[in-house]
């Protein structure tokens, strides 16, 4: 009862994942093929019941086994009548009750007609010991070319969808001449500035050079002040004994003069 509870809990969650994704993917209507294998292992396939060519579609695969089965050999094949599309196998595979197998194909028809799905399935039934087969072939899905409508529809979508772009192609076009004449600007700034920097370059230049100069004159004037400076002290001493001796000169002979006339008044007596 268990294993019977778990097979089908397992079946409803495939179901539900496989019917979202197909549903997610196109609005055309699903189908599901099922049943079983032998006495022993349940098969479901899932897939869109009709697709228009060179569309893809993604077809979802279950095995879940009823009971313990061995030595299992399972080949499937997706094909239409002039190709196969997909073609795999599971070999020497042992599964418990209520174990399962979930695998999924990707096709793509080429051209119109029906694709179908053939499984070959052989395996050992454990609790019984009999070895179980089973082969199923059924269509899975038609494959039809798009209708003038549907053309028509698509190709009204794509002129929606080339106006659109082109209007926005115009846009990114204004705009693309709005920032490349703002480069042209930029760069005409760029050249001004590079032109004055290279002016106020040469300025300094000028000017750091006139200052070394200046600093050259500073100290060479520096230096003749202070030879100046010493001349006119040594100057300033000649001047003032040049002065004291004169003044000497003149009080000596003041000196000497009024001596001589005291000298004469007294002989005079």
């Known amino acids: 009862m268990k294993t019977k509870l778990l097979v089908f809990a397992l079946m409803l969650t495939f179901l539900v994942t496989c019917v979202h994704s197909i549903s997610a993917s ?3 209507e699903t189908q599901r093929n099922y049943g079983y294998l032998g006495y022993e292992l349940y098969y479901e396939v899932n897939s869109t019941k009709e697709i228009t060519v060179g569309e893809t579609t993604t077809v979802k695969i279950l095995f879940i086994t009823d009971g313990d089965i061995d030595d299992v050999e399972i080949y499937l094949l997706i094909y239409c009548k002039t190709k196969d ?18 695998d999924s194909a990707t096709i793509q028809p080429e051209e ?17 010991g009999d070895y179980e087969y089973g082969i199923v072939d059924f269509a899975i899905t038609q494959a039809r070319n798009k209708t ?6 698509e190709l009204f979508n794509l002129s929606k969808r080339y106006d659109a772009l082109l209007k926005n192609y115009s846009s ?8 490349e004449q703002d480069l042209t600007n ?19 230049d000028a ?15 520096k ?12 100057y300033r001493i000649l001047t003032f004994t040049f002065l004291l001796i004169i003044i000497i000169l003149i009080a000596t002979t003041i000196y000497l003069k009024v001596r001589k006339t005291r000298i004469k008044a007294y002989n005079s007596l």
């Open 85 to 102: 599309y997909y073609l795999t196998s599971w070999t020497g595979v042992s599964l418990q009750a209520g174990q399962s197998i979930i």
């Open 148 to 153: 003038y409508d549907e053309l028509y529809q």
């Open 26 to 28: 196109s609005d055309l």
């Open 223 to 234: 230096s003749k002040n202070r030879i100046n400076v010493n001349e006119l002290n040594i």
């Open 112 to 128: 119109e007609g029906e694709i179908r799905c053939r499984i070959d399935a052989l395996y050992l039934d454990v609790d019984y």
């Open 172 to 179: 990114l076009n204004k705009g693309f001449t709005s920032l």
């Open 207 to 221: 000017l750091n050079q006139t200052y070394t100069q200046l600093l050259e004159d500073h100290s060479e004037l």
């Open 186 to 204: 930029l760069n005409q700034s760029f050249t001004e500035f590079k032109q004055n920097y290279n002016k106020l370059s040469r300025d300094y």
